[in-house]
């Protein structure tokens, strides 16, 4: 299976990334090593070190190319009461005096 070197988008910002390619239903993805597919711009394959062009001058992406990590709004912090877990865990504790 061969690997490849791709620029590709995440979070909005050009990243560079190891991925392989894998044909589903006809249609060719990019699965990097994390396990998420991605979309890339351009791509290397490591098994052609000879093929070192560059076609952009830049790591500009474009603004409607796919993102491999979307972002959607403010990322909301989950609240936690440990005290709250805690005390459905451990029965109450009766004193005698």
């Known amino acids: ?20 390619q ?15 597919r991605a979309y890339p711009i351009q791509n290397w394959s490591f098994d052609d070190p000879e093929r070192t062009e560059w076609t952009g001058d830049t790591l500009d992406v474009p603004h409607d190319w796919p993102d491999h ?7 909301v912090q989950p609240k936690i009461d440990i005290g709250a877990m805690l005390s459905k865990l451990i029965p109450p504790i009766r004193r005698r005096i």
């Open 22 to 36: 894998m044909e589903v239903d006809g249609e060719i993805w990019w699965i990097t090593n994390s396990g998420h």
């Open 1 to 20: 299976m061969t690997q490849y070197l791709i620029l590709h988008k995440v979070r909005g910002q050009p990243s560079f990334d190891c991925a392989t």
């Open 69 to 75: 990590f979307e972002v959607r709004g403010e990322k």
